[in-house]
């Protein structure tokens, strides 16, 4: 960490003035507090993470993840950020264009099965339906809708260069009769007719993710049929309070005493290193959750607008069950498909710590310090998702909490607000 001097040597030497595009509430007492909108001199950029700032005299750290250089500063270099800068399209397809995600997805047996069970279940219903599989990939759903069902049509959608492949896989496996490959945006592309399903697996980590979801609400609209269905139907996210003990020790008390020597003062840099982020790939075990989890958001995929993406909001209340350390918390999602039969069994892809492993694992947010809390405590708050308003695939989840004491020997209330940017 800079002393004040160096940062003011620094800052005599370097300003550039940024806007800030959402709220930050700094959560130690070099950070600044800023709000979207906000013009900020930053003086030193340190590392790409944290960048040394200044705003309304006040000096301090902020995650550059949250600026973007003021337009002016720039001379208009572009006038305005086009759409495919906003949505990093060649970035994002680009990574579906290798097999790396691909072998991923389809090694992941919990999501693949899921829907290879969402056809066979509801195989008697497809018969002569049309069908479109949005972000189809390599096709696996597909070829699972051509092969186990009798549809009259899939319409295979894919934006990224896979889409090649995805047509001599078809041609291979037997289906070209049935499936028909379309390369491009789910926004630009034109299908011949509408369809009755429209099936995408489209969730990312905390559900939203990259929001492909998007693309997955503007299809709907354009092309599912009055009474179609949705496959999923309905989406969920899910938070529970846990604890984290060997993440901690790995990032946070490793620097307490390695090798016999006092390395402390690195531990502020590791926690903005470590902890600023949400934690992806995170694989929580049961006994870690201090709470029972509770369903936080609930998505609804016929009513959902892309409007209603901006922002959501959603309120948790936990009673501890057990005494431990409340390092953080860890989300998952659980997704449903109705059947296309009146009161047919509905199937649920959940990837939560008590299902199956999935790709997506779960995702851990770590506070900046770990609290003790009782049985019997509560854990109250609310929860935000605020996409990100120029760079569209990403988004910033803010937590806002307070643990109320269940021994009447004390009053304390703990409350706190940390924010964690999610960027691809």
Known sequence: MQTEKEKEKEGDAFVEEYVALSNFTGSSSDQLCFSSGDRLLVHAKPSPEWWWAELHGVRGYVPASYLRQDAAAEEEEDEHTSLEDQW?????????GTLRLHLEMLADKSRTEAYRKVIVSNSASLRSKVVMDLGCGTGIISLFCAQLAQPSEVYAVEASSMAEYTRQLVKQNGCEQVVTVLQGRAEEIELPKQVDVLVSEWMGNCLLFEFMVESVLLARDRWLKEGGVMWP?????????CQANSYYAEKMAFW????????????????QEFFTKPKFSHVIEPDDCLTAPCDVLCLDMYTLQVKDLEE???QFHFCVEKPGVFHGFTSWFTVHFESLETGGATVELNTGPNSQPTHWKQT?????????VYAGDSISGTIFLRR????RRHMTISLHWSINSSKKETDNCQVGTKSFPMWR
């Open 256 to 271: 307490e005493q390695p090798y016999g020597l006092d390395f402390t003062p690195l531990q502020p840099l590791a926690q």
């Open 388 to 391: 990100n308003p120029i760079w």
């Open 88 to 96: 990093q399209d060649e970035e994002y397809f680009g990574s579906y």
């Open 233 to 241: 139907s309905s989406a969920a996210l899910t938070l529970v309070p």
């Open 312 to 314: 959501i909001k959603g």
């Open 364 to 372: 851990l947010f770590m506070l900046d310090r770990p609290v003790s």
